[in-house]
């Protein structure tokens, strides 16, 4: 049995700890981190998967995976920059990180957000929709080849070109226009 919630400040250790187990110790030097710099993620869509409750006496389970979203600008347009998402490496392997995917990408298409992108494996994310995006640029290095990104709403990303750059307002709602 799993728990789902949003990540709340009292997990940020926890999920913090999760990401240095799960990535590289240089993880926060990378393009993607610069951008999160100052600003506000979008904590509905920053999400934590528990195993459960422990001895029913509603605390926290143990902390498997985590996802989030941060605001980030493509010429002008909002974007969620999706990542990071971990998964404990001992629950690797039994869909967690796609159900977190699944679960935000849905919450958020609810929210208004147009348009999703994010730094990572092609053939991994493509099984939730996600296409390298043409003419999208990180900041450098990031492979181009990895620059991906999902339309929640068709035709969001057609003729969406430019450098991403950080949002420069805290974005922990989907305004007008996003």
Request: hydrophobic share 40%.
């Amino acid at each position: 049995m799993y728990s789902l919630s949003p990540e709340t400040d009292a997990d940020t250790p926890e999920v913090e700890a999760l990401l240095d187990l799960c990535f590289a110790p240089g993880r926060t030097a990378l393009s993607s981190y610069r951008l999160r710099e100052g600003v506000a993620p979008v904590r509905e869509l920053c999400l934590t998967l528990r195993a459960g409750t422990s001895d029913g006496d509603g605390s926290a389970g143990v902390l498997l995976a985590a996802i989030r979203y941060w605001p980030v600008r493509v010429a002008g347009q909002k974007v969620l920059l999706l990542g990071p998402v971990a998964v404990h490496p001992t629950a690797q392997g039994e869909g967690l990180g796609g159900l977190l995917m699944r679960e935000s990408l849905s919450l958020a298409a609810a929210m208004g957000w147009q348009r999703v992108m994010l730094v990572g494996d092609a053939p991994y994310y493509s099984r939730f929709g996600f296409s390298r995006l043409e003419g999208v640029e990180m900041p450098p290095p990031t492979n181009p080849d990895r620059v991906l990104g999902l339309e929640l709403e068709p035709g969001a990303w057609v003729d969406l070109r430019g450098t991403v750059t950080r949002e420069t307002a805290a974005a922990n709602a989907c305004p007008s226009g996003a």
